[in-house]
């Protein structure tokens, strides 16, 4: 064996035995979001409401209805609401940023709100990281340490990316590609351990680094915006007037106008007063159904458009900044890719406990033969 096959051998074990523990964590807690929302829903029968009239769409009054809703129980003038547009006809889900609220988007102390289905009543509240799988939300993106926990989370995507293309190269065959793949099974069990390490990795190797590699960019957004340089998001600003605000109906009527092939993902309507009503909307293309990249801001005053943010324009790394998002949380390809996802977050947990198995079998190894 050269020095260079065992340097690297000796890195892939370092590599798993100092950050193999957190590549388990962060992979079972991904299983788990990949249906965060069907499994929340399950766990709170209270949101499980039906209307007999269709779902809220562009011109439904029910969001105008829910936001006066919301503000008679949150009398924060200074608050942020967004309401998300599921298009089923059940509870309405929204997400309440009280004036004082400071920090990143994730770090913000928010409030989730779910409304029925006409918008007059609020069936259930909880803060974020609250409940079961909010908290494992932010276990999963920063270890429920805010900003600080996404650097760590990120950089260590890094380590990880090294030790799954450490195990290829170290596993990479001189010879027989045959024995290479072979699972050996009248071998001792250190060599049956060692296989199944082996195989374990290889078959999830490509899988495994496009999910630690979504999800560095995911967790770095520096790291994004240098590598990928995305067109910014507008900033515009409502023209104050000091005359009242208009409705989300009339704004959303304006948006539609303007986007009449987007579909409605989200509406913002912010406490301030220079800021616009935003609305999130899918194109036709856009791989993520529930967190689009393209956006509508109208003037809360006049209900003028005054920018129209399309997530398609762009070159080759604002396509894989729209993407990456489907990729790390498996729903790129529908119902099966997320099922996959699911399967593939259980095998840094099997790659571990083979690993680190193996290892302690060797060490036993060597010591008894030195004893000998």
Not at 11 to 17: D, E, F, K, M, Q
């Amino acid at each position: 064996m050269t020095h260079a096959r065992i340097l690297i051998r000796r890195v892939h074990l370092w590599l798993g035995l100092s950050v193999g523990a957190l590549f388990v964590l962060l992979g079972l807690t991904g299983s788990a979001l990949v249906f965060y929302v069907e499994i929340d829903r399950l766990l709170h029968p209270e949101v499980q409401v039906t209307a007999p009239a269709p779902a809220p769409g562009w011109s439904s009054p029910i969001w105008d209805r829910a936001l006066a809703t919301g503000r008679a129980r949150f009398p924060d003038s200074g608050g942020k609401w967004s309401f998300e547009v599921t298009g089923l006809p059940d509870a309405i889900p929204a997400r309440f940023y009280p004036s004082t609220a400071h920090g990143s988007h994730h770090g913000a102390p928010r409030m989730m709100v779910w409304f029925s289905p006409d918008g007059r009543r609020i069936v259930r509240t909880a803060p974020w990281g609250g409940y079961l799988m909010s908290w494992l939300y932010e276990l999963h993106m920063q270890l429920l340490v805010p900003d600080t926990g996404r650097q760590v989370v990120g950089w260590s995507g890094v380590a990880m990316l090294m030790l799954v293309l450490s195990g290829v190269i170290a596993w990479w065959p001189r010879g027989s590609w045959g024995k290479a793949l072979a699972f050996k099974r009248p071998a001792a069990a250190i060599r049956r351990l060692r296989d199944l390490h082996k195989l374990s990795g290889l078959w999830s190797a490509g899988l495994l680094a496009l999910l630690v590699a979504s999800g560095i960019l995911l967790a770095l957004d520096d790291v994004k915006a240098w590598l990928l340089s995305p067109p910014p998001v507008p900033a515009p600003r409502s023209v104050v007037t000091g005359g009242p605000s208009i409705s989300i109906a009339t704004a959303l009527n304006a948006a539609h106008r303007a986007v009449p092939d987007g579909r409605l993902v989200f509406v913002d309507v912010a406490g301030t007063s220079d800021a616009p009503i935003r609305v999130r909307v899918k194109f036709p293309g856009d791989p993520h159904a529930r967190f689009p990249g393209s956006y509508v801001f109208v003037d809360r005053f006049s209900g003028r458009v005054l920018a129209v943010h399309d997530g398609r324009r762009g070159g080759i790394g604002t396509t894989i900044s729209v993407w990456m998002r489907s990729v790390h949380d498996g729903s790129i390809g529908g119902l099966a890719t997320r099922i996959l996802a699911v399967l593939l977050g259980f095998v840094p947990l099997a790659l571990f406990v083979t690993g680190w198995m193996h290892w302690r079998r060797r060490v036993r190894a060597a010591a008894s033969h030195g004893a000998s």
